[in-house]
């Protein structure tokens, strides 16, 4: 199954409201990051979070991280229409050759709709 | 400064023919992924180079996808005999390869087998 799997699978808000998504994994990972998408194409990356944080921000997104529960929430405040776009959480789990070899486990993303 | 490039953009293909993607990292990146992406569906990882390291293959769906990267830049993903159950959103990334590991995506390529 997917490392990394989101919910809800869709979201539908009006414009000023918050949106929150959350993302469950099943391994230790070392970092764990949020991506969005617009119309299918390629993917814009968002924030990223260690493994030894438990929460970030960056303009109206904030981040939680639990690895307790291997899970993980993004939250968007004062939504706008602009924000409508699929979201991918997206884990980073160690390759173990102590350097670059990584490479990132996506789930299926959540799809969010602000409606004006 | 420039970012992931991928062509075609879009490509239509008939059943049983070969296709060439192509994908120009950012310059300077060591990391480069090939993910393919089906209609409503979440990325799945195909093959994953970095620097000169033996590539990661693991994703590959079978042996009629390969992939190469020349010179430590521009990578050709080729789908030889294509399905239709090859039509999808073929995405290429980069990545400078520290641990932070944020990636760049391209924009991606259509691909339509008839």
């Known amino acids: 199954s997917q490392q990394g799997e989101e919910d809800p699978q869709a979201l539908s808000i009006q414009e000023g409201e918050n949106a929150t998504m959350n993302c469950s994994y099943k391994t230790s990972i070392n970092n764990l990051q949020w991506y969005r998408q617009n119309s299918g194409r390629g993917l814009v990356h968002l924030i990223l979070i260690r493994s030894n944080e438990r929460e970030k921000h960056s303009g109206r997104l904030r981040v939680t991280l639990d690895t307790s529960k291997k899970s993980s929430s993004l939250l968007i405040t004062a939504s706008r229409a602009a924000d409508t776009a699929s979201y991918f959480c997206a884990t980073d789990k160690y390759g173990g050759s102590g350097g670059s070899n990584y490479k990132l486990t996506f789930g299926k993303g959540t799809l969010l709709t602000v409606n004006p | 400064g420039a970012g992931v490039s991928q062509s075609p953009s879009n490509k239509v293909t008939e059943k049983g023919k070969d296709v060439e993607l192509r994908c120009d990292p950012i310059?300077?990146?060591?990391?480069l992924y090939w993910y393919r992406q089906s209609l409503g569906q979440g990325l799945e990882f195909l093959i994953y180079?970095?620097?000169?390291?033996?590539?990661?293959k693991s994703g590959l769906p079978s042996d009629r996808f390969s992939a190469e990267r020349t010179g430590g830049s521009v990578s050709t993903l080729t789908i030889q005999r294509t399905q239709q159950e090859d039509s999808a959103v073929y995405l290429c990334a980069s990545s400078s390869g520290t641990s932070y590991n944020e990636q760049f995506f391209g924009p991606g390529t259509r691909l339509t087998v008839l």
């Open positions: 310059s300077g990146h060591t990391a």
């Open positions: 180079f970095q620097g000169n390291s033996a590539p990661d």
